[in-house]
């Protein structure tokens, strides 16, 4: 199977634009989450999508949102961007009905946004 | 409050050696606990992960022991090799999120 893939890998935006960063999950997987990556706060939890419905969310502000088709891949926007908001973004997939019997989450390459 | 975190920020081991990578949690509530590799320009890699009524579970070459009376994790990799060295994160989930320890630093010396 194909891993998980996102798109744009890199991307360069200035402050106060808004970006549109996509993934597309292992085929099957029908839960996707979002994570931002940085040095300073290391992996936190963004969102987690399944079947189209927002599960789970974490404890960012209301300029990071996302999506979910119906066919599981995912976008998130961030938008009014900030400085703070360099980092690498990640999405990760997994089956999502259930654990069964295993709580692996399939990360992507991520998606590294600088913000100037 | 609640969260996971890691021991030592950095690991030195010899090839060949065995690495141990330590991490604390404090949420009772977490059902599984998981291990991540990452490589330099890469995503976290699934490593192995032990459900919460579990004490040990080994997979090809690394083992993870929890102990919860301390709430303590573990990954254990045996025989170290070069392609090891990576940032290690444990990560804890209950399902509702993941979250994760701020990654250990394995350095594998020829």
């Known amino acids: 199977k194909a891993g998980v893939t996102q798109t744009p890998r890199y991307l360069i935006k200035t402050r106060g634009q808004q970006v549109t960063l996509s993934c597309s999950p292992i085929?099957?997987?029908?839960?996707v989450s979002w994570y931002q990556q940085t040095p300073g706060q290391g992996l936190q939890f963004l969102f987690e999508?399944?079947?189209?419905?927002?599960?789970n969310k974490g404890n960012f502000p209301g300029r990071f949102s996302g999506r979910q088709f119906s066919n599981s891949r995912s976008e998130m926007n961030v938008s009014t961007l900030e400085l703070g908001d360099s980092a690498l973004y990640l999405c990760a997939s997994r089956p999502g009905s259930g654990q069964g019997g295993s709580a692996a989450q399939y990360f992507g390459p991520g998606t590294r946004l600088l913000v100037l | 409050g609640e969260s996971v975190g890691l021991h030592l920020p950095t690991l030195s081991v010899q090839e060949g050696d065995n690495s141990i990578i330590n991490c604390a949690y404090s949420n009772s509530a977490s059902d599984y606990f998981i291990w991540y590799k990452q490589e330099s320009g890469k995503g976290p890699q699934f490593i192995i992960d032990i459900r919460s009524n579990m004490d040990k579970r080994q997979g090809q070459r690394v083992t993870v022991l929890l102990n919860k009376t301390v709430k303590h994790l573990s990954l254990q990799i045996a025989a170290t090799q070069p392609g090891d060295s990576a940032v290690y994160f444990c990560a804890e989930t209950n399902n509702n999120d993941m979250r994760f320890g701020a990654g250990t630093r394995l350095t594998v010396k020829p």
């Open positions: 085929s099957g997987h029908r839960s």
């Open positions: 999508y399944f079947s189209e419905t927002q599960r």
